[in-house]
């Protein structure tokens, strides 16, 4: 059974860095495109990140470029993603997710394995 299982979330002030895991297993995740979603209290989830299947491109959100860094390592199974200066505005719950094809995109529908979700609160 193919599984996404988030970690790394947690409680921390603005400004600071934070690094979320995504462990993969139950099928073959080195070969497709992964992403990072967020969910907000009444808010959609949307898109934060997404890496190509060999890490080589990656997308952001105009949100959190510059800020946010994503990477993979296929090896182990595994997908990150590196936030740094931290806004109250990121506090969300985060999900990875598995793409149906090689490259990121932005649209949520491309997007056929997911999570569970770790959350990340940002106090001001």
């Known amino acids: 059974q193919a599984q996404l299982i988030e970690s790394g979330g947690g409680l921390v002030q603005a400004g600071d860095s934070l690094t979320l895991s995504c462990a993969t297993s139950?099928?073959?995740?080195?070969?497709?495109?992964m992403a990072w979603f967020r969910q907000a209290p009444g808010m959609e989830r949307e898109f934060v990140s997404g890496?190509?299947?060999?890490?080589?491109?990656?997308l952001y959100a105009d949100s959190v470029r510059g800020r946010f860094t994503i990477s993979r390592k296929n090896a182990d199974n595994a997908m990150y993603l590196h936030m740094n200066s931290l806004k109250p505005e990121d506090t969300a719950v985060y999900y990875c997710?598995?793409?149906?094809?090689?490259?990121?995109?932005?649209?949520?529908?491309?997007?056929?394995?997911w999570g569970q979700g770790t959350q990340v609160t940002v106090s001001a």
């Open positions: 890496i190509s299947w060999d890490g080589r491109r990656a």
């Open positions: 997710a598995s793409s149906l094809g090689q490259v990121a995109t932005f649209r949520r529908n491309q997007y056929n394995y």
């Open positions: 139950g099928r073959t995740f080195s070969n497709v495109a």
